[in-house]
């Protein structure tokens, strides 16, 4: 039981044994969801290591994902200590995902809207023909496509569209620098700071201004010409900024408005890039995948009505690889007072590792856990509504803004892409590598063959 209490008798904290000056940087850079989960069946749910000279607390298992949601975990843990370098280095006050309590809920409510699956309501089939135009565009006829790169472009060109009205694929390579080197040295400080003085950091950083000085400039001359029902995420953070300054202020606009690229880029590319190597990797699954969306495209235009219910195979497999290669491996935390974990002191200002995907590599909670199965997910087996077992999108009041939007995302894309086109691993027997940054997921040489279109 995890109760907050002052300063009591406790038990010992094990501490993981790492490398000189380095400490645990050697395992959490090759395979952080297998390193957690080692460490947990080692030495339990909560124990202390180092990373760099940098001294960490680590609460793991169903424990932590479940005391994220009590209001214990949310008044005893903040976020805004490990993305204070971010803010910094962006020249703003703050950010959503560095905010906690009543500011957190501030910049959730203007958000919200554009964030949520009701932004693309009535776009379904809009986001289909974006999703068939990159496919023409990057997924040609006897080409070896690398899928992580190809995938980053079409979520560019899909949020860039659906959420902000514009597509910069111009800048992709730019985001994708800026947060490959922001996350590595300033949120996870598992790179020397030194890094930030490259000249491809700072080349990449000054690109993304400049992307987010025509996002402020585009959506400046949309003010008050656009009707409320069809306003994007951008018309509201800049209708915020206009209305309410002291909660939305101009040294934020950069860092918010170019927010969903940040957010969204490695994220579902990542996952959509891993989905489609699990599917390609079991004949089964994709048979069963390719019946349902062959139905669902079988008239041309589709219905938004349960969507996700019609494609079960396939919401089966999404699930199923978000477990295998989860993005939000752990999520980090700094200890806003002294309190008790299951036993454990840990004490204020504490930075804190909080690995709720633990229990996805757990027999204990999905059986045969190694196993690719898609159907754990139906009535009656239903493993992830297990209390704290299944965390995709992270855990208590921190969980992805997104989520809604990005499960619509990944059915419709992945959908799609496999109505279109015939694929297959390249090489045929492919095993998947994995990288780690800035996000866990395919490593970039990741490719598959398109043989040709189906449809």
């Not at 590319?269 to 669902?296: C, F, G, M, Q, S």
């Not at 454990?344 to 590792?353: A, C, L, N």
Request: hydrophobic letters at 40%.
């Amino acid at each position: 039981m995890t109760t907050v209490a002052p300063a009591l008798a406790h038990r010992e904290t094990p501490t993981v044994q790492g490398w000189p000056l380095i400490g645990s940087l050697p395992g959490m850079a090759k395979d952080p969801a297998k390193f957690f989960v080692d460490c947990y069946r080692k030495y339990g749910p909560v124990y202390r290591l180092s990373i760099l000279g940098n001294q960490y607390v680590t609460i793991a298992g169903v424990e932590a994902a479940n005391f994220l949601g009590t209001r214990e975990g949310k008044e005893c843990l903040r976020s805004k200590e490990f993305w204070e370098g971010l803010v910094k280095e962006y020249g703003a006050t703050r950010t959503l995902t560095g905010e906690d309590g009543e500011g957190h809920k501030e910049l959730r409510d203007i958000m919200r809207r554009g964030y949520s699956k009701e932004s693309i309501k009535g776009r379904y089939n809009e986001l289909v023909q974006i999703t068939d135009r990159v496919i023409l565009r990057d997924w040609k006829v006897g080409e070896s496509v690398p899928v992580v790169q190809a995938m980053q472009y079409m979520v560019v060109d899909q949020l860039g569209t659906i959420l902000t009205g514009a597509a910069p694929l111009e800048y992709v390579k730019d985001i994708r620098t800026t947060i490959l080197y922001i996350l590595n040295v300033l949120v996870t400080r598992q790179r020397p700071k030194v890094l930030l003085k490259r000249p491809e950091y700072r080349k990449a950083k000054a690109r993304v201004f400049e992307l987010g000085h025509k996002m402020i400039e585009q959506a400046r001359a949309r003010v008050g010409k656009v009707k409320d029902e069809d306003k994007n995420l951008i018309d509201d953070i800049f209708e915020a900024h206009v209305k309410t300054p002291h909660i939305m202020p101009a040294s934020d606009l950069i860092v918010t408005l170019t927010g969903p690229y940040v957010a969204g880029l490695d994220t579902v590319a990542n996952t959509t890039a891993a989905i489609t190597y699990t599917v390609l990797k079991h004949p089964e699954v994709k048979r069963r995948v390719l019946e349902e969306v062959d139905a669902l495209f079988a008239n041309g235009e589709i219905s938004e009505d349960d969507l996700l219910k019609r494609l079960p195979a396939l919401q089966g497999a999404i699930m199923e690889t978000m477990r295998l290669y989860p993005i939000a491996v752990a999520q980090m935390r700094c200890a806003t007072r002294d309190f008790v974990f299951e036993g454990h002191q840990i004490r204020k200002g504490e930075m804190v590792y909080i690995a709720t995907s633990v229990p996805h590599f757990m027999d204990e909670y999905f059986p045969n856990a190694d196993q690719f199965d898609i159907d754990r997910y139906a009535k009656p087996r239903a493993e992830h509504m297990q209390s704290g077992a299944y965390s995709p999108f992270g855990r208590g009041p921190h969980t992805c803004l997104g989520k809604s939007l990005a499960e619509i995302q990944i059915a419709l894309s992945m959908a799609r892409l496999f109505y279109k086109v015939d694929l297959e691993l390249d090489p045929p027997g492919y095993v998947l590598k994995t990288k780690t940054a800035p996000t866990p997921g395919p490593a970039m040489d990741f490719r598959v063959r398109v043989k040709g279109y189906r449809h």
